[in-house]
């Protein structure tokens, strides 16, 4: 029976999720690799490029493409992941407003390439654990102001990148010390087993 196993989640919101219906939960989180923690981003080479993965959040993202024309929108497909660290790493921002079932890979990857994150709401978007970005990046899609806060924070973003990347500081940090709490969490793991 469930009840009778520990159950392990890679986010918060799994780990909630399982335990709204009482099953024992551990975390097991996970880590990028080493390449993103090391980029050096050349600042100089971003451009105002919004990137998207088209698989999530699809219907929203082309509302904003309809509506934010002066914007550059590219889709994150049939790329290599060279070419893929190659978009993160011009773009200022990268936008996903999919279901977030937990902690995503690519928001961590466009966060170490220095682009401003921007989420809805949905799953683990939700709170600051999964994605630690400001509240102020995460804008909910069914508010009835959504258009004009997506509006605020382009214009926030394109006109001072800079002082836009300092508002996700506390979430590359994060990033990078996530290999040492999968560790610690495998440890923890480990010793509930024996």
């Given at each position: 029976?469930?009840?009778?196993?520990?159950?392990?989640?890679?986010?918060?919101?799994?780990?909630?999720?399982?335990?709204?219906?009482?099953?024992?939960?551990?975390?097991?989180?996970?880590?990028?690799?080493?390449?993103?923690?090391?980029?050096?981003?050349d600042l100089s080479k971003k451009q105002n490029?919004?990137?998207?993965?088209?698989?999530?959040?699809?219907?929203?993202?082309?509302?904003?493409?309809?509506?934010?024309?002066?914007?550059?929108?590219?889709?994150?497909?049939?790329?290599?992941?060279?070419?893929?660290?190659?978009?993160?790493?011009?773009?200022?921002?990268?936008?996903?407003?999919?279901?977030?079932?937990?902690?995503?890979?690519?928001?961590?990857?466009?966060?170490?390439?220095?682009?401003?994150?921007?989420?809805?709401?949905?799953?683990?978007?939700?709170?600051?654990?999964?994605?630690?970005?400001?509240?102020?990046?995460?804008?909910?899609?069914?508010?009835?102001?959504?258009?004009?806060?997506?509006?605020?924070?382009?214009?926030?973003?394109?006109?001072?990148?800079?002082?836009?990347?300092?508002?996700?500081?506390?979430?590359?940090?994060?990033?990078?010390?996530?290999?040492?709490?999968?560790?610690?969490?495998?440890?923890?793991?480990?010793?509930?087993?024996?």
């Open positions: 029976e469930l009840h009778d196993c520990t159950h392990l989640a890679q986010s918060e919101y799994a780990r909630i999720f399982l335990s709204s219906y009482g099953l024992k939960t551990l975390m097991l989180s996970d880590y990028l690799n080493q390449e993103h923690l090391e980029r050096d981003v490029i919004v990137c998207y993965n088209p698989q999530k959040g699809v219907e929203v993202t082309k509302k904003l493409i309809e509506i934010f024309k002066q914007c550059k929108f590219v889709p994150i497909q049939n790329m290599t992941a060279k070419e893929v660290a190659e978009l993160l790493e011009r773009a200022k921002i990268y936008i996903d407003f999919g279901d977030h079932p937990g902690k995503d890979r690519i928001p961590r990857e466009a966060a170490m390439a220095k682009c401003i994150v921007i989420t809805g709401r949905r799953g683990s978007a939700n709170n600051l654990i999964d994605i630690a970005v400001p509240e102020m990046y995460k804008i909910d899609e069914d508010s009835v102001d959504f258009i004009e806060a997506i509006d605020k924070v382009f214009k926030s973003v394109f006109d001072d990148f800079e002082s836009s990347l300092l508002d996700f500081e506390l979430y590359r940090d994060k990033i990078k010390n996530e290999k040492l709490v999968f560790q610690k969490e495998a440890l923890e793991f480990s010793e509930s087993v024996k």
